[in-house]
Nanobody
């Protein structure tokens, strides 16, 4: 079994920054894919950013140039640095990891609120 623990969410003013972290623990041999998704009220969950085991990254158009995803393979941790935050970035952010055996796991979610 794999556990994911997220941290770093909170309330920030427009234009501010937050850094999310997601640490995976448990029966982990190798993690292929790590990603951050978000879900705003009354909206579907969407991919925000992802990173593969070799460091290839992908971003939603709405966050390109503002968000940066990174990972520390030694710590089985993925980060999301969010800069120039906008009110429309308000959502619950979830991390997701997929292991080498293609099993996927979700974090519990962390609330990000961008408001003045």
């Amino acid at each position: 079994q794999v556990q994911l623990v997220e941290s770093g969410g909170g309330l920030v003013q427009p234009g501010g920054s937050l850094r999310l972290s997601c640490a995976a623990s448990g029966s982990i041999a190798r993690i292929n894919f790590m990603g951050w998704y978000r879900q705003a009220p009354a909206k579907q969950r969407e991919l925000v950013a992802s990173i593969t085991s070799i460091g290839s990254t992908n971003y939603a158009d709405s966050v390109k140039g503002r968000f940066t995803i990174s990972r520390d393979n030694a710590k089985n941790t993925v980060y999301l640095q969010m800069n120039s935050l906008k009110p429309e970035d308000t959502a619950v952010y979830y991390c997701y990891v997929e292991l080498a055996n293609y099993r996927g796991y979700w974090g519990q979610g962390t609330q990000v609120t961008v408001s003045s």
